[in-house]
């Protein structure tokens, strides 16, 4: 009898790809995916801890499968990601979830197929996880989402230790892939068919400090920029103080780059971005922002936002209205600040209460949402090139994709265009998307 899988994901774009591998693996394994976890042989859960709900999230579903495991004794449920990275979040598994088989970290998803055979041989519950792994494993293939795009992970890691921020600490130092390890993935995955890559890595400007030898981020766009097939390059996250005029540069100048920078600024006040060791000013990120559209006029830039960060007051959340208003982002990443154990804002003992953060939270959002749709009347009655994504869940005759700066478009046409180029008439602006039809 076929054994199946299921996979939850949780978290970022790098947790996504981490379960596309570990799809590949269970494939290769024998076992095929389904939806539904009553008919699973095993169920993953690829955990986030960079916001508390996530976490929470995990612990109930972990909960809801207490039944399921008592009926279906065989199924192996497994827990992996970045809260299994940490002590705590490991012992509050083990001591609550014993229905829970298996235990592995960010860094091993390599051994997923040992972990299970460990399991099967001896019954027992399985943890492994590396404290601090500085290795990188490479040939791992992936069950892509897509066909036509992809992401690629070019480095692992972050050295900036942000103080509200676990992730260097679940997902450890800076380390850049080799580039032609790179070079030599997103080349096949030209040749598979594949049109769109997006380069991931917590800090993407930084690429290339912990090689031997002198090689940038800017060097690797240029790279993947010559390989024929690719027509079009996006890549996240940027960290404002390591964005160089050399990248600034090579996204002006490279055809396949596509005219979007996720850029996060986290405040507004130079106050909180200190105690957040951002290592910035609102003036520097302002006059890198004018640098930025002074090179490249027509880029969308999107952002992460923080709000309620321990000691915020009412005058460093306007210098964060201020900000979003200079800047006019085309969307952004809002957040409540969540304490993390492990981090030093978690200690601070100014913490911004849950009411006042929400009230700010609202008019943040009231700020933003109208310069959004102010963004998007741009295109009001504009022909742009949308790569076709896929159908609208709500109607079949609609299709969505995106254009080179990410927005959002939903049109009518056939499913057979999925993967395609096509050019789209915008006639609808809304907040969010864009609306038009095709232009034969």
């Known amino acids: ?39 699973a042989n095993i169920i993953i859960y690829n955990t986030c801890i960079v916001r508390e709900n996530a976490e929470l999230k995990v612990y109930g579903q972990l909960g809801s ?9 065989d199924l192996i449920i497994a827990v992996c990601g970045c809260m299994m990275q940490t002590e705590t979040a490991r012992n509050v598994v083990l001591d609550k979830y014993k229905h829970v088989d298996i235990i592995f970290g960010t860094s091993n998803i390599h051994k997923l197929p040992q972990l299970i055979d460990r399991h099967n041989q001896t019954g027992e519950t399985i943890v492994d996880v590396v404290e601090d792994n500085r290795e990188i494993v490479e040939d791992i293939s992936s069950n892509r989402k897509y066909t036509f795009k992809a992401f690629v992970d070019i480095m692992y890691g972050c050295n900036n230790f942000c103080t509200y921020c676990i992730v ?16 030599r993935e997103i080349d096949q995955l030209a040749q598979d068919g594949c049109k769109e890559v997006t380069l ?17 981020f800017a060097d690797l766009l240029t790279e993947v ?60 990120y302002l006059k890198l922002v004018e ?16 709000v309620g960060f321990p000691g915020e007051t009412e005058e460093d959340f306007q210098e ?22 492990g981090t030093i804002a978690a200690k601070k003992e100014n913490q911004v209460p849950d009411e006042v953060k929400h009230e700010r939270f609202q008019r943040l959002l009231d700020t933003m949402y109208p310069i959004f749709y102010e963004n998007n009347m741009k295109y009001q009655n504009k022909v742009v090139e949308v790569l076709v994504e896929e159908v609208s ?26 993967g395609k180029f096509v050019s789209i008439k915008i006639t609808e602006i809304k907040t969010f998307t864009l609306e038009g039809f095709i232009i034969q």
Request: include cysteine; charged fraction near 35%.
């Open 1 to 39: 009898m076929t054994k199946k899988y299921t996979i939850v994901t949780y978290g970022c774009q790098m947790n996504e790809h981490d379960s596309e591998k570990m799809s590949w693996l269970l494939e290769n394994m024998g076992y095929k995916p389904t939806e539904n976890k009553n008919d």
């Open 168 to 183: 260097p600490y679940t997902r450890g130092r800076e380390r850049s892939r080799d580039p032609k390890s790179i070079i």
């Open 65 to 73: 499968l207490k039944d399921l495991k008592r009926k279906k004794p």
């Open 320 to 341: 964060t209205l201020d900000l979003v208003k200079r800047v006019r982002y085309d969307s952004a990443f809002t957040f409540l600040y969540s304490k993390r154990e």
């Open 200 to 216: 991931l890595g917590q800090n993407v400007n930084s690429y290339g400090k912990t090689l031997d030898y002198h090689f940038t």
């Open 225 to 284: 920029n010559k390989i024929d097939g690719i027509e079009r390059i996006r890549f996240m996250t940027s960290h404002p103080k390591d964005l160089s005029d050399d990248l600034i540069a090579a996204m002006a100048q490279l055809d396949k780059v596509c005219e979007h920078l996720h850029l996060p600024v986290q405040a507004g006040s130079s106050r909180i971005l200190k105690a957040m060791n951002r290592k910035y000013t609102k003036e520097d």
């Open 393 to 418: 869940k709500n109607n079949k005759d609609i299709l969505s994709g995106r254009t080179r700066t990410g927005k959002l478009v939903h049109f009518q046409g056939d499913k057979d265009l999925i």
């Open 291 to 306: 640098k930025i559209k002074r090179a490249i006029p027509d880029i969308a830039i999107t952002t992460d936002l923080i």
